[in-house]
Each structure stands twice: as C-alpha cells, then as structure tokens.
C-alpha cells in the first residue's frame, strides 16, 4: 500500500488513510499531503516528526470521557463494543432513562413513537371466551 500511495505518515509515526490526512494540520507546521512516505525526503520527515510531538485533539478521539478512568482515548474493533455494552448495562442497572428506553426496545432519542416503529414484538389483545 506505500507503492500506491494510499497511506501517509501521521502522528506517532503511524499511517494514516488519505480521507483522514488533513486531520495532522490542526497544530504543528503544515505539509504538502501528497508527498508519499516512500518518497522520504529529509524535510519531510522532519516536519513529519515535528507532528508527532503534538498528540491529536480530544475531539477527535471517539472516547470522551471514560466513566471508569475519566480519560479521553481511542477505542477501536471489540474494545469499543465492550465499552457501548457496559455503558447501557451502566445505565439499565441505575435504572436511568436512557436505559430502560433500551431495555423495553424503544427509541432513545426522542423520537417521536405514536406512528413510527411498530415493527418488533407485537403486543395483541386477547379475544374473550
């Protein structure tokens, strides 16, 4: 994939896809993000290491603010399933709204209900004998 140009030098070092290579230029100095990594010009590289001393923003991790650890972080694959399931299992055990809305399989986000969503269990009404 560095022959075909698709992956760039972020930060840390790491490669980045080229749907996300402008995110580096939010601090640190800019750079040309056509220059491969295969190229490896001096420069380059130096200013792409100069972009590795600036960890990325708060905001663009996907982890705001871990109930457990109160850290902001990057959480990928299965590591971010678990942590949306123990997150409405969190809520279901506090009995909070947004969980119980999960439990009962309804919408959580204030949607409207009355006309919309009656797909799913049915709930009929029994004939008299």
Same mark, same amino acid.
């Given at each position: 994939? &560095?022959?075909?140009? &698709?992956?760039?030098?972020?930060? $840390?070092?790491?490669?980045?896809?080229?749907?996300?290579?402008? *995110?580096?230029?939010?601090?640190?100095?800019?750079?040309?993000?056509?220059? #491969?990594?295969?190229?490896?010009?001096?420069d380059t590289l130096?200013?792409?290491?100069? =972009?590795?001393?600036?960890?990325?923003?708060?905001?663009? *991790?996907?982890?705001?603010?871990? !109930?457990?650890?109160?850290?902001?972080?990057?959480? %990928?694959?299965?590591? =971010?399933?678990?942590?949306?399931?123990?997150?409405l299992e969190r809520?279901?055990? &506090?009995?909070?709204? @947004?969980? *119980? #809305?999960? !439990?009962?399989? =309804?919408? %959580? @986000? $204030?949607?409207?209900?009355?006309?919309?969503g009656r797909r $799913?269990?049915? %709930?009929?009404?029994?004939?008299?004998?």
């Open positions: 994939p &560095i022959d075909s140009g &698709i992956f760039y030098l972020g930060p $840390g070092g790491v490669s980045v896809h080229r749907n996300n290579r402008h *995110l580096p230029r939010t601090r640190g100095p800019r750079h040309d993000h056509d220059q #491969r990594l295969a190229d490896g010009l001096q130096r200013t792409f290491l100069c =972009l590795c001393d600036h960890p990325p923003s708060s905001w663009f *991790l996907n982890r705001k603010k871990d !109930y457990k650890d109160g850290r902001f972080s990057q959480v %990928v694959s299965n590591a =971010l399933d678990m942590k949306l399931r123990d997150d809520l279901k055990k &506090i009995r909070n709204h @947004r969980g *119980l #809305r999960h !439990y009962w399989g =309804l919408r %959580v @986000r $204030g949607q409207h209900t009355k006309t919309t $799913g269990k049915t %709930v009929g009404v029994s004939k008299k004998r």
